[in-house]
Every structure is written in C-alpha cells, then in structure tokens.
C-alpha cells in the first residue's frame, strides 16, 4: 500500500470509522488528494507544508492535516454557516496563498484565492537603484502573478536612492496597464529622486520610521562627462508627474516642489486642517514646508504633520493596515519577491551585456580609425560589424523585458543606421585598395 493511502486510512480510524463524508458538509471546501480522496468541510490553514481543513468522517467532525505533497488540489466552496473555524481571536482563518518548495523534486503547492471579505496583500520589493537593481519587468512580472491569485492590494516597499529615470517611468506605463485591478500602496522606507514616480502614481502613501522622501532633479552629461542639472527636461516631467500625482489625489504642489528648486510649498490652516499651496497666502495661519531655491526633501514626521502621507509606528505589514483601515487581509511577498528578483537579475545581466558590446565597439572604432594597417583596420571593421549586430540582438532582447529606454541613461550609444552605412563603406573602401 503506498504511503498516502495508508496515511490516509490511519487519519480515518483515528477519526472513529470507515471514510464517509456526510451532507452537512456538501456545500464547504474540498481538499482533492493525489490518490483520489477528497476531504470536504473547512479549510482552517494553510502553509506550503500542509493543509488544516475541519471535516465531518462517519458524522464524527474531527481536524485533519494533510502534507501539501499530497494534494492535487483545492476547491474553495460556500462555506456553511453552522461550522465556522476560528481562531483564538474569533475572526475566520485565511490561508496564504501560493508556496514556494522546500525541494526541487516536491510538486508546487496548488494556489487558493482569498475568501470573500478580506483583502488580499502582496507586497512587492523596490529596493536599490532605478535602471540598475530596479526594472520595469520585475514590476511587470509580479502585477501578472498577482492578477492571477486575484490579488486586491499591492503594496511597493520602497527603499530607494533614486536612480534612472527611464526606468521609474516604464514603471508607471506598467503599473498603468494593471491600475484598474489593484490599489496601489506606496510604504516608504526612502524615496528619493527617481523613486517619487511610481511612489505619486499610487493610491496611497505611507512612510515609516526615519524615511525620506523627495529630492528628484533630472541629471544630463555635459561635453566633459560631468553631471549637471537638465532644467528644461525636469520642468517638463514635473509638469507631467504632477499631473499623474493629481489624478491619483496627491497635491501637485508636492511634486514641483520636489523637482523644481525655484518651486515653493506652503501649509495652510484651514477649517482645523492643512491645506497645501504654491504661494504664500495673503492672510491666515500657514507654515513653509519648503521655500523657493531649495528642493524638498520631507521627513516622514513633517510628512504626518501636514496630512501629506499616513505614517506607521514601525516597518510591520500589521502596522501599515492599521493605519490604512484594512482590517480582515492575507499576505503574501516571498513568491512577488522571489518574481521580482528573478526578472531583475535578467534585466542586470542584459544591461551589462548592452554595456559591454558598446564598450567593444568603440574600442575596435579606436583601432580602425588609427589605421596602422590595412589588415589591421579590415579586422577591426569586421569586429565592428560583429559587436554592431550583437548590440541590435540586445536592443530587441531589451524591448522583450520591458526596458528598450535603458539606451537614454547610456554615456554612448551606437547609431546602428549610420554605422551600418558607415562599415560597409570603410569596408568597400579597403576593398578597393587592395585590388591591383
């Protein structure tokens, strides 16, 4: 007799009889085993090593546990109201979704959506820098996951220096794509520069103990390589970001204030609450958050103070649905975190790849246009041409992985049309030089 089945047939002797489930509990959940046993009644919890599930066997109700290896599957049904399972806090138990394996051969933990009534909570890293550790794809990933364990809430852990800005506003085009099926929190440890994109585009924003959040200019390479602030393209993504931040009932103020060193921000009193302003008020009690010539960075206490965000008392997922009034939730974050990773360490590998081909190129550049040979500029040509066609291959790769924009944070670049001109020439050129 294999192992489940003898399992099995010890959980029903133990329970008093021969298996049997009765009517009563026709209308509650089922736990499908791989051996063709099904168990229906109330699933208590659930972890990725087993299943609790509160069932009727022979009229006698017992708990039975089952070792996730051993299920095919689970079907969430009406749960009857005569059999509610409680915990010791009198509120129904809600089993986490997903599971990651213990062992690579254990098959993967079938998926249960949330009950109805409790908001579903999946938190998803942002942690490091935009374009570099952070990618649009990662963010991509995870909303698709999510959608499909019909995820409610997505909460953005956010501790970030900033960072490209293409990335953060590929970010958004995909937190976009995904805007009517989730509400977006931002739970901000720091948001600095370019982090204050998607940070905007959420529903929410709360910030812990000690975070700062803000300070985002748009930096552009000046003929000598150095960084320097680009007025004119921050002014215009400050205009669009606060158009964004707006819409998603965050006060534009904020956002010029963080971008535009000339912008100002005032806190009015009005009605016993503060109002936000671009200008100092003629009369009334108001306090400058932050004044022209400087760019504002907020402190999570200035940030309450004002009613500009929520904040929290410590970093707890417990603590942030506190203070947003979301009291019946699950959650889950190892699987998105371990989506999110994945993907941003294939967009890591693609950047370097990208980086490297360019670095390559331009050195066979050097040695052709030194041209101490003909032998030695035609190898360099074709090297050339070789590096150019990988380059091309990372550019669709890139635009696969959500990240075809990572070319603007680039020192250079390859024109793939006018070097694709230019070899063959050159090459036509040697040609037609070795010739008799």
Request: charged share 25%; net charge negative; with cysteine.
């Given at each position: 007799?294999?192992?489940?089945?003898?399992?099995?047939?010890?959980?029903?002797?133990?329970?008093?009889?021969?298996?049997?489930?009765?009517?009563?509990?026709?209308?509650?959940?089922?736990?499908?085993?791989?051996?063709?046993?099904?168990?229906?009644?109330?699933?208590?919890?659930?972890?990725?090593?087993?299943?609790?599930?509160?069932?009727?066997?022979?009229?006698?109700?017992?708990?039975?546990?089952?070792?996730?290896?051993?299920?095919?599957?689970?079907?969430?049904?009406?749960?009857?109201?005569?059999?509610?399972?409680?915990?010791?806090?009198?509120?129904p138990t809600?089993?986490?979704?997903?599971?990651?394996?213990?062992?690579?051969?254990?098959?993967?933990?079938?998926?249960?959506?949330?009950?109805?009534?409790?908001d579903?909570?999946?938190?998803?890293?942002?942690?490091g820098?935009?374009?570099?550790?952070i990618?649009?794809?990662?963010?991509?990933?995870?909303?698709?996951?999510?959608?499909?364990?019909?995820?409610?809430?997505?909460?953005?852990?956010?501790?970030?220096?900033?960072?490209?800005?293409?990335?953060?506003?590929?970010?958004?085009?995909?937190?976009?794509?995904?805007?009517?099926?989730?509400?977006?929190?931002?739970?901000?440890?720091?948001?600095?520069?370019?982090?204050?994109?998607?940070?905007?585009?959420?529903?929410?924003?709360?910030?812990?103990?000690?975070?700062?959040?803000?300070?985002?200019?748009?930096?552009?390479?000046?003929?000598?390589?150095?960084?320097e602030?680009?007025?004119?393209?921050?002014?215009?993504?400050?205009?669009?970001l606060?158009?964004?931040?707006?819409?998603?009932?965050?006060?534009?103020y904020?956002?010029?204030?963080?971008?535009?060193?000339?912008?100002?921000?005032?806190?009015?009193?009005?009605?016993?609450?503060?109002?936000?302003?671009?200008?100092?008020?003629?009369?009334?009690?108001?306090e400058?958050?932050?004044?022209p010539?400087?760019?504002?960075?907020?402190?999570?206490?200035?940030?309450?103070?004002?009613?500009?965000?929520?904040?929290?008392?410590?970093?707890?997922?417990?603590?942030?649905?506190?203070?947003?009034?979301?009291?019946?939730?699950?959650?889950?974050?190892?699987?998105?975190?371990?989506?999110?990773?994945?993907?941003?360490?294939?967009?890591?590998?693609?950047?370097?790849?990208?980086?490297?081909?360019?670095?390559?190129?331009?050195?066979?550049?050097?040695?052709?246009?030194?041209?101490?040979?003909?032998?030695?500029?035609?190898?360099?040509?074709?090297?050339?041409?070789?590096?150019?066609?990988?380059?091309?291959?990372?550019?669709?790769?890139?635009?696969?992985?959500?990240m075809?924009?990572?070319?603007?944070?680039?020192?250079?670049?390859?024109?793939?049309?006018?070097?694709e001109?230019?070899?063959?020439?050159?090459?036509?050129?040697?040609?037609?030089?070795?010739?008799?």
């Open positions: 007799m294999a192992f489940s089945t003898f399992r099995n047939a010890a959980l029903a002797i133990i329970a008093g009889g021969v298996m049997g489930l009765s009517a009563s509990t026709a209308l509650g959940d089922e736990v499908v085993l791989r051996d063709g046993t099904v168990y229906t009644g109330i699933i208590v919890s659930q972890t990725r090593r087993e299943v609790v599930i509160d069932t009727e066997i022979s009229g006698i109700r017992t708990r039975i546990r089952v070792d996730r290896r051993e299920v095919k599957s689970i079907v969430r049904g009406e749960t009857p109201s005569s059999t509610p399972a409680v915990d010791s806090d009198d509120r809600i089993p986490t979704i997903g599971g990651r394996r213990d062992k690579q051969d254990e098959p993967p933990a079938p998926v249960v959506l949330k009950r109805d009534g409790y579903l909570i999946m938190e998803v890293p942002m942690e820098t935009f374009g570099q550790d990618y649009p794809l990662s963010v991509k990933n995870t909303l698709e996951w999510g959608a499909e364990q019909g995820v409610t809430d997505v909460v953005f852990r956010m501790n970030s220096p900033g960072g490209e800005v293409w990335a953060a506003e590929e970010i958004v085009e995909v937190m976009a794509d995904y805007a009517d099926q989730f509400t977006y929190h931002a739970l901000i440890e720091h948001a600095i520069s370019a982090t204050i994109w998607p940070s905007f585009f959420c529903d929410t924003i709360t910030m812990a103990p000690g975070a700062t959040f803000g300070g985002a200019v748009v930096f552009r390479r000046d003929g000598t390589g150095s960084a602030v680009d007025k004119k393209m921050t002014s215009i993504m400050a205009a669009k606060a158009a964004s931040a707006e819409a998603n009932g965050h006060s534009p904020l956002v010029h204030a963080m971008m535009l060193s000339e912008a100002a921000v005032y806190a009015v009193r009005r009605g016993g609450e503060w109002v936000l302003t671009d200008e100092i008020p003629a009369e009334g009690d108001y400058t958050i932050d004044g010539d400087t760019v504002l960075t907020i402190t999570t206490d200035d940030a309450a103070k004002y009613g500009i965000v929520t904040s929290i008392d410590d970093r707890s997922m417990d603590a942030f649905t506190e203070v947003q009034g979301i009291i019946d939730w699950d959650h889950v974050v190892d699987e998105p975190t371990e989506i999110a990773n994945k993907a941003n360490d294939k967009c890591k590998d693609l950047r370097s790849k990208l980086l490297g081909t360019i670095i390559s190129f331009y050195r066979e550049q050097d040695v052709w246009a030194a041209r101490n040979s003909i032998r030695g500029s035609g190898a360099a040509l074709q090297n050339m041409r070789r590096q150019l066609g990988r380059y091309k291959s990372f550019l669709r790769k890139a635009e696969e992985l959500s075809d924009a990572i070319t603007s944070s680039f020192e250079q670049v390859i024109e793939v049309d006018y070097w001109t230019e070899i063959e020439i050159r090459m036509q050129e040697l040609r037609n030089t070795r010739r008799p």
